[in-house]
Each structure stands twice: as structure tokens, then as C-alpha cells.
T-cell receptor, first 115, second 114 residues
Framework: DTEVTQTPKHLVMGMTNKKSLKCEQH?????MYWYKQKAKKPPELMFV???????INESVPSRFSPECPNSSLLNLHLHALQPEDSALYLC??????????????FGPGTRLTVT | SQKIEQNSEALNIQEGKTATLTCNYT??????LQWYRQDPGRGPVFLLL?????KEKRKERLKVTFDTTLKQSLFHITASQPADSATYLC?????????????FGQGTTLQVKP
């Protein structure tokens, strides 16, 4: 199975809502990532988990809270978002980082709209 | 500050020709460079990875070169087809200390006309 799945595909939420994005992979990858992508822009890294521990947080506002319950799952908890947070949220995984790094496998993304 | 530039936002070529995309970078010493393809509304798809000690990599109709002196990578698609039309992203990464952290270029949208 070489697929990364993300749910939901689309999400509309108000600024006072709490919601979660979910990501799953069964490739045995030990690094997982959250990216944010705005229209006609490249993906921007938000968080990196390595062996289920948070290894990189790219100064993301606290209204985004990542969680890695196990080696196959990655969640992104959302709370009190702003309209400018509307974007495509992409999850990715890779074998691991460092010198043995390989390509990253991306999911289809969750299209988030904050109203 | 670190900067990655892909030569143009859009590139139009005729079917059968070779498409050449350029990725230049400054203020950065990447351990490796990757190329991805992204179709509208979908996640990027990994194509090729080339390390700093490698000059060239090939995969089917794709070829990537990496010149750390010029701080440039070239991405070639030979015998291009309309199905190759997509946005192509280059991404640079560090080897040590940063688990797979990638910085993406802005992307070049390739249009192959029949």
C-alpha cells in the first residue's frame, strides 16, 4: 500500500469551531509531515514528526495543534481559526529523514474553508 | 535569506519535444534536491531525488542534473506528452539535523500541446 489517505476531503468551519484533520499511511514510514498550501503557491512546511515525536514546528500559531497517536496516524487539531487559514492542508510521509532520506509521499489534501 | 527560484511560472512546448525546467537557489547548501509533480487540487507526487555528490539521475523519460557550483538543477522531460502537463516543483533539503525538511520552489506549470 503506497497511499497516504486524508479525511475529510473538504471542511468548512466557523472561527469558533474545533475540528480535526486526519492522515493515515501504512507504508511503515517513520517521518510524517503537515504542510499548508495556498492557491498558486508551493507547500509550506508546518510540522514534522519523526518516530512519533515532534521534531520540527515551523513557528505555527497555537491554534494548530498536531498529534501523532502512533506510527501510522497523524492528526491536526484546529481551534479558533482565522479566514486567512483557509488553504489546502497536505499530509506527507517518508521513510525517515537524515542521510537516508527519500521522497515524500503526499496525501490528496483537505480543502479547508474558514468562514 | 534562503531563496529558491524556478525559471518561469509557465512553459509551453509542443508534444514530442524536450521540456527543460530550471531550479536555482542561493544562500543554501542542500544535501539533496527533489522534483515533484502536482496536478490541480491534488497533492504533489515525488518524481526524483538527487544528492549533492551526484551529477545526474534518470528515470524513464525524466533526467535531473545537480550542479552545486552553479547552485542549479535542471529537470528534463524527453518526448513530452500532453499527459505531462502539470506543475513541477523543485524542493531542497538538508541531510543532518532536520528530518526530511524540504523547502519548495514556486513551481513551473508545464503545458504540452498536441
Amino acid at each position: 500500500d503506497t497511499e497516504v489517505t486524508q479525511t475529510p476531503k473538504h471542511l468548512v468551519m466557523g472561527m469558533t469551531n474545533k475540528k480535526s484533520l486526519k492522515c493515515e499511511q501504512h507504508m511503515g514510514h517513520r517521518a510524517m509531515y503537515w504542510y499548508k498550501q495556498k492557491a498558486k503557491k508551493p507547500p509550506e512546511l508546518m510540522f514534522v514528526y519523526s518516530y512519533e515525536k515532534l521534531s520540527i514546528n515551523e513557528s505555527v500559531p497555537s491554534r494548530f495543534s498536531p498529534e501523532c497517536p502512533n506510527s501510522s496516524l497523524l492528526n491536526l487539531h484546529l481551534h479558533a481559526l482565522q479566514p486567512e487559514d483557509s488553504a489546502l492542508y497536505l499530509c506527507a510521509s517518508s521513510q525517515e529523514g537524515g542521510v537516508r532520506v527519500g521522497g515524500q509521499y503526499f496525501g490528496p489534501g483537505t480543502r479547508l474553508t474558514v468562514t | 535569506s534562503q531563496k529558491i527560484e524556478q525559471n518561469s511560472e509557465a512553459l509551453n512546448i509542443q508534444e514530442g519535444k524536450t521540456a527543460t525546467l530550471t531550479c536555482n537557489y542561493t544562500n543554501y547548501s542542500p544535501a539533496y534536491l527533489q522534483w515533484y509533480r502536482q496536478d490541480p487540487g491534488r497533492g504533489p507526487v515525488f518524481l526524483l531525488l538527487i544528492r549533492e555528490n551526484e551529477k545526474e539521475k534518470r528515470k524513464e523519460r525524466l533526467k535531473v542534473t545537480f550542479d552545486t557550483t552553479l547552485k542549479q538543477s535542471l529537470f528534463h522531460i524527453t518526448a513530452s506528452q500532453p499527459a505531462d502537463s502539470a506543475t513541477y516543483l523543485c524542493a531542497l533539503g538538508h541531510g543532518s539535523g532536520n528530518t526530511g525538511k524540504l523547502i519548495f520552489g514556486q513551481g513551473t506549470t508545464l503545458q504540452v500541446k498536441p
